[in-house]
């Protein structure tokens, strides 16, 4: 170690960006803030920061989090964890962006995190954020990169990916629960996957795969009147990680 030189490399900083997405509105929607500060001022963005020394990446997308929406958050199975007592959105580790441009500052290579949580609240902005929104994704991202709206940095290929991770990982995991409450009905799930999606699902052969599937949904003992008509049935988040057979995704 004595040998070793720090300066004879190029010194680079490391952000976290998240993609934040809920369902408002029957809308899979994402959290933007709009850029107070050079670069891309005025742009849009995902929710993020400079990870500081003394912190871990989690921590740093956890922090980030809290500081954007007020949540904590809990890391999926496998991944870094968050910290004790961590509950209220689902994280995991998304995908590295590192192309030696994405950011005319300095060389800045950004881990990003995909965040899940059910009707999150009207978001407030904070540190260099002049405001913040959520947006449908369906209008961000277009049919085509042409069609979106343009975000700052590499933000349009971040959310992109994670939307997709999303999209795909709700056909063969537990994760839709993640959108919702503790208790739902399965009637309150089916409307996720059909915001995530994009599609419309058939209520009958939902019920039936999904209350069939061993695992996925377990009964509560309650039961809601608050979607109107006759009273359904409450569930919670079964044990399962992986759904056998999936819940493929149809074509849209």
């Not at 891309?40 to 921590?59: K, N």
């Not at 922090?63 to 959105?89: D, M, N």
């Not at 009207?122 to 260099?128: F, I, L």
């Given at each position: 170690?004595?040998?070793?030189?720090?300066?004879?490399?190029?010194?680079?900083?490391?952000?976290?960006?998240?993609?934040?997405?809920?369902?408002?509105?029957?809308?899979?929607?994402?959290?933007?803030?709009?850029?107070?500060?050079?670069?891309?001022?005025?742009?849009?963005?995902?929710?993020?920061?400079?990870v500081r020394p003394d912190e871990g990446l989690a921590e740093a997308a956890s922090r980030e989090?809290?500081?954007?929406?007020?949540?904590?958050?809990?890391?999926?199975?496998?991944?870094?964890?968050?910290?004790?007592?961590?509950?209220?959105?689902?994280?995991?580790?998304?995908?590295?962006?590192?192309?030696?441009?994405?950011?005319?500052?300095?060389?800045?290579?950004?881990?990003?995190?995909?965040?899940?949580?059910?009707?999150?609240?009207?978001?407030?902005?904070?540190?260099?954020?002049?405001?913040?929104?959520?947006?449908?994704?369906?209008?961000?991202?277009?049919?085509?990169?042409?069609?979106?709206?343009?975000?700052?940095?590499?933000?349009?290929?971040?959310?992109?990916?994670?939307?997709?991770?999303?999209?795909?990982?709700?056909?063969?995991?537990?994760?839709?629960?993640?959108?919702?409450?503790?208790?739902?009905?399965?009637?309150?799930?089916?409307?996720?996957?059909?915001?995530?999606?994009?599609?419309?699902?058939?209520?009958?052969?939902?019920?039936?795969?999904?209350?069939?599937?061993?695992?996925?949904?377990?009964?509560?003992?309650?039961?809601?009147?608050?979607?109107?008509?006759?009273?359904?049935?409450?569930?919670?988040?079964?044990?399962?990680?992986?759904?056998?057979?999936?819940?493929?995704?149809?074509?849209?």
């Amino acid at each position: 170690m004595s040998r070793y030189d720090p300066s004879a490399f190029p010194p680079f900083a490391v952000t976290v960006d998240l993609v934040v997405l809920t369902v408002r509105d029957h809308s899979l929607c994402a959290l933007l803030v709009r850029r107070g500060e050079p670069p891309y001022q005025g742009y849009w963005a995902l929710p993020g920061g400079f990870v500081r020394p003394d912190e871990g990446l989690a921590e740093a997308a956890s922090r980030e989090l809290a500081e954007e929406t007020g949540l904590r958050a809990h890391s999926a199975p496998g991944h870094e964890a968050v910290g004790p007592g961590a509950a209220g959105a689902h994280l995991e580790q998304l995908a590295t962006y590192g192309h030696p441009q994405r950011d005319p500052r300095m060389r800045v290579v950004s881990v990003a995190y995909l965040v899940l949580a059910p009707d999150l609240p009207t978001p407030r902005a904070g540190g260099d954020a002049s405001s913040a929104r959520w947006a449908p994704v369906s209008e961000l991202l277009g049919e085509s990169p042409a069609d979106g709206v343009p975000l700052a940095f590499d933000h349009g290929l971040i959310l992109a990916d994670g939307v997709e991770r999303a999209r795909s990982k709700i056909e063969y995991s537990s994760l839709a629960t993640a959108f919702c409450p503790p208790e739902f009905t399965v009637g309150e799930l089916r409307r996720v996957y059909e915001a995530v999606w994009g599609v419309a699902l058939d209520p009958r052969n939902f019920h039936r795969k999904v209350t069939g599937t061993p695992g996925f949904l377990l009964p509560s003992g309650g039961t809601t009147t608050r979607q109107g008509g006759r009273p359904a049935q409450l569930f919670t988040a079964g044990g399962a990680t992986v759904l056998n057979p999936p819940m493929l995704r149809p074509d849209s």
